[in-house]
């Protein structure tokens, strides 16, 4: 129930769609005859989208997840396992093309190939399932796992995880099939913006020796907070992903999901 009303939830807010039915509702307002409050509404939308589209505000809201936590430097001498979340891999594609499609994220499966080669007794954790409640398609995980293996990884080092839809399950699914002791060192690989909220649901589900390994900046550093955007679609998606982490942190708060409202070092 928590992974289907939070995707209709964050559906209705996420910036971009809130902007656009915003719109929509104030030229239903107009026609209705409100027109004072439709073309509030109105200006409100194209106003708020230009914002988000040309301003650095998607890079300002982004800069504090991604600077939450950094690589460890330097690298752990040993290292038991690594565990990467899913979101690299373009499902839907994967399937109809029957082979596999890499979104934007691709970064965490990549630099998990790196890290296998870094670290070559390492057990390989890959936690992903389908996210999607409209398109069925395969996992996630089975994709991931025959890209791992293209890479001349051992198939017997993979630990393939295929059921989870979001992080709780990530962790908790994971760490059943892992199970990872006291004294271990298990480096986690996901996105820089979605870093925060992933260690404080690892801490929360009782996952020891957790090292984060963030990969896939979306933002350069502070001098980028200060330029104006040229690439609105860039700018959007960023703005929707960015606040759903936020909204994630503090709902996984509120649910018991996660150890701290703001996860750190």
Same mark, same amino acid.
């Given at each position: 129930?928590? =992974?289907?009303?939070?995707?209709?939830?964050?559906?209705?807010?996420?910036?971009?769609? =809130?902007?656009?039915?915003?719109?929509?509702?104030?030229?239903?307002?107009r026609?209705?005859?409100?027109?004072?409050?439709?073309?509030?509404?109105?200006?409100?939308?194209?106003?708020?989208?230009?914002?988000?589209?040309?301003?650095?505000?998607?890079?300002?809201?982004?800069?504090?997840?991604?600077?939450?936590?950094?690589?460890?430097?330097?690298?752990?001498?040993?290292?038991?396992?690594?565990?990467?979340?899913?979101?690299?891999?373009?499902?839907?594609?994967?399937?109809?093309?029957?082979?596999?499609t890499?979104?934007?994220?691709?970064?965490?499966?990549?630099?998990?190939a790196?890290?296998?080669?870094?670290?070559?007794?390492?057990?390989?954790?890959?936690?992903?399932?389908?996210?999607?409640?409209?398109?069925?398609?395969?996992?996630?995980?089975?994709?991931?796992?025959?890209?791992?293996?293209?890479?001349?990884?051992?198939?017997?080092?993979?630990?393939?995880?295929?059921?989870?839809?979001?992080?709780?399950?990530?962790?908790i699914?994971?760490?059943d099939?892992?199970?990872?002791?006291?004294?271990?060192?298990?480096?986690?690989?996901?996105?820089?913006?979605?870093?925060?909220?992933?260690?404080?649901? =690892?801490?929360?589900?009782?996952?020891?020796?957790?090292?984060?390994?963030?990969?896939?900046?979306?933002?350069?550093?502070?001098?980028?907070?200060?330029?104006?955007?040229?690439?609105?679609?860039?700018?959007?998606?960023?703005?929707?992903?960015?606040?759903?982490?936020?909204?994630?942190?503090?709902?996984?708060?509120?649910?018991?999901?996660?150890?701290?409202?703001?996860?750190?070092?």
């Amino acid at each position: 129930m928590f =992974f289907y009303a939070s995707k209709i939830f964050y559906f209705f807010v996420a910036p971009s769609h =809130f902007l656009i039915l915003c719109g929509l509702a104030g030229l239903l307002a107009r026609w209705a005859g409100w027109k004072r409050i439709g073309g509030v509404l109105v200006v409100t939308s194209i106003c708020g989208m230009a914002i988000v589209a040309f301003s650095p505000i998607s890079l300002l809201v982004a800069l504090p997840l991604e600077e939450r936590f950094q690589a460890p430097d330097p690298m752990p001498d040993t290292v038991d396992g690594i565990v990467v979340l899913g979101g690299s891999v373009n499902t839907r594609i994967s399937s109809y093309r029957d082979r596999m499609t890499l979104v934007e994220s691709a970064e965490r499966i990549a630099d998990t190939a790196a890290l296998a080669r870094l670290y070559p007794d390492a057990r390989i954790v890959f936690s992903g399932g389908s996210a999607s409640i409209i398109h069925k398609s395969v996992t996630e995980a089975s994709v991931a796992r025959r890209y791992l293996e293209s890479f001349g990884i051992d198939p017997a080092r993979l630990v393939i995880e295929d059921k989870a839809r979001n992080t709780w399950e990530n962790a908790i699914l994971s760490k059943d099939l892992a199970k990872p002791t006291e004294g271990q060192t298990w480096i986690l690989v996901t996105s820089a913006f979605h870093m925060p909220r992933s260690v404080g649901v =690892f801490r929360r589900a009782g996952w020891p020796g957790i090292v984060p390994f963030p990969v896939d900046y979306r933002v350069g550093g502070p001098p980028d907070t200060r330029r104006m955007r040229t690439n609105a679609g860039l700018s959007v998606k960023l703005i929707d992903l960015v606040v759903k982490e936020w909204i994630g942190l503090a709902v996984y708060r509120l649910t018991g999901r996660s150890s701290a409202l703001f996860p750190g070092p």
